[in-house]
């Protein structure tokens, strides 16, 4: 990289984790474009990435794309295994949003998912994992995301990621994130059987309607 090239990198931790993943979002719209040679690059490179979250030596090419964004390394300030984690994730399920939607949280995009015990337990079971723990969850979770139109957030995930890699079990910001994704489950939940609470009386007041014409 010229010196040039890197006085226009971005500089704070936020702004490289920004344009990474980005970047990412980049390829799952490549896939959808009408280019057959891009689209067969952009196909050739998540499929590597998937494989670099079970298989090592798929993780030079996640990290091909994680160095043009610099990630901290060395140190209690080091990112790269969440970032490269983020980057197997987000291959699994590059979803993008409807028209007219936003990418949800981890815990939104669960419940939004369903609201079955056998999900409730799979959140809770994110809440409690320690990080090696974690990165077999997460793979789970997002794996059952890709069955769906739901588009999750990798800004926020990857954020979250990052707090927890270097928090102690049970410290303070651990607790935070697990907060913001139990909160963000919960809240959804919430919305969605308001949601069909709503639906089912408006059925009921057409059913009456209709008998009493």
């Not at 226009?8 to 984790?17: G, S, V």
């Not at 993943?21 to 990435?49: F, S």
């Amino acid at each position: 990289m010229t010196q040039t090239a890197r006085d226009t990198q971005p500089r704070t931790y936020k702004e490289r984790r920004s344009g990474y993943v980005n970047r990412l979002y980049e390829l799952g719209r490549e896939v959808e474009l009408q280019t057959p040679y891009r689209v067969a690059a952009a196909r050739r490179t998540l499929a590597r990435l998937r494989r670099s979250l079970v298989d090592d030596r798929f993780l030079p090419d996640a990290m091909a794309i994680a160095v043009e964004f610099d990630p901290p390394q060395g140190g209690r300030r080091d990112e790269t295994e969440p970032w490269l984690l983020v980057a197997g994730l987000y291959a699994l399920h590059p979803r993008q949003p409807l028209r007219g939607e936003q990418r949800l949280g981890l815990g939104g995009a669960l419940s939004t998912y369903s609201t079955r015990d056998s999900v409730e337990a799979r959140m809770r079971q994110l809440l409690s994992a320690d990080w090696p723990t974690l990165r077999y969850r997460l793979r789970q979770a997002v794996q059952m995301l890709s069955g769906s139109d739901i588009a999750l957030d990798y800004h926020a995930l990857l954020a979250d990621l990052v707090e927890l890699h270097h928090a102690p079990a049970g410290g303070a910001k651990a607790h935070g994130v697990h907060l913001r994704w139990a909160s963000d489950f919960q809240r959804a939940a919430h919305a969605n059987r308001s949601n069909d609470d709503g639906d089912d009386r408006s059925d009921d007041t057409n059913d009456e309607a209709g008998a009493s014409s």
